[in-house]
């Protein structure tokens, strides 16, 4: 199967060519291939099957959905207003009024297009600024706003006037500086390019972040940077988009990452998890006093697909009912210390970090030079597949496994998950 596949689509496929396995079925967080091999999926759809596979409770909402409304466009249903009141009601209560809802279209790319063209015409400015290890997508205005540039080869024209500052990287802190002690740094960059009229750098219409670096390798940056980067933007009247697409829909712990700081965006994107058991849907959430569409200056035939919206419907009510964010906020806590206690016998794993259940275990040749360890990690992703466990690599260097397991796993799962990433590290021992 996976041979005929890679055949016919040819070198567009992406995932299959480093976990070389075809799919037959998944339940929970396990997966099935086709020869009848069983997974312990980390990977999750890339960070998007929250509650896991053909999660029973969401797919009752959208089996009842589709006896009753698919497709209506973006006229208004009960289901879609419910969906709404949903995303509005998990915000923090002091925040919940000052907030609108539209659907951006099926993929998280196509809430990225609508934030920045948002923005664009609530500032009538052009600049976007935006992270090294940021990722925001593949359509051509999201990809300008996706920092490696090794997906953009060969693209010469995508949108322009992007410019891109350092995220708070601190275990590769490029000022070079120790978390607790530096000044700051990667916040006086920004604030040089903000406030400088000799940066270069035109006033942007807003800067585009990810509360906690999915792809760029699960970091989490250090305690007020999110406030501090929020701050510096209003005071020169420039909006801030946080892109929640991979960070939300529960994975922190919190419904959006960045409810575990007191930074309070312009426009949040939300995307993966919102579609419950993997159903496509994205989400803009904006301050009411963004508002600056023209009447259909933002249409599309999929936003909002009725079976998606009852996705959410379901999955919102799952996660209520049975406590999912503080499930996934004990269960990083477990992942991480057992995670830890496997970095006391690897000298190639040079840290553990992240936050609810988006873990990144990065991989150096030494601990002290932190040369990253590419190869190590594709023979460690490799030889766990081999012994029954998937998940996804990233990073800047590409030396970060990246955990984004779903977030209804249990301890033997984590336990066995651990076993595997033991037995594997042994066996490739350099
Ligand atoms: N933003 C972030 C933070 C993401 O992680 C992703 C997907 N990995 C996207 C945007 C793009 O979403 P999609 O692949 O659905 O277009």
Redesign the pocket.
Known sequence: LLQEQLELEGSVVSYPRSIPIAFKRAKGAIVEDADGNRFIDFFAG??VLNLGHSNADVLAYTAAQQQELVHCLDFPTENKLSAIRKILGNLPEHLRDQYKVSFGG???????EAAIKLAKIKTGRDTIIAFTG??????SG?LALTSNVGFRNKLPSLISNVHYVPYSYCYRCVFKQEPGTCNNQCVDYLRTVLEDSHSGVPKPAAIIL?PI???GGNIVPPDGYLEDIVRLAHKHDVLVIF?????GFFRSGEFLSCMHTDAVPDII?I??GLGGVGF?I?ALVYRKDVEAWGPGQHIGTFRGNQVSLAASNGAFDFVAKHGVAEHATRMGEYLTSRLEELKQDCPYLGQVRGRGLMIGMEFVQDQSSKEPFAEFVQAFRHACVHRGLLFEVGGHYNNVVRLVPPLIITPTIIDNAVAIMRSALEAIAV
Do not use: L, N
């Open positions: 890339a960070g099926p993929t998280g790319s196509d809430a990225v940021g990722y925001h997508g593949m359509t999201a990810e670096q999915g792809e892109d929640e697409i991979q960070s994107t995307s993966k496509p994205s």
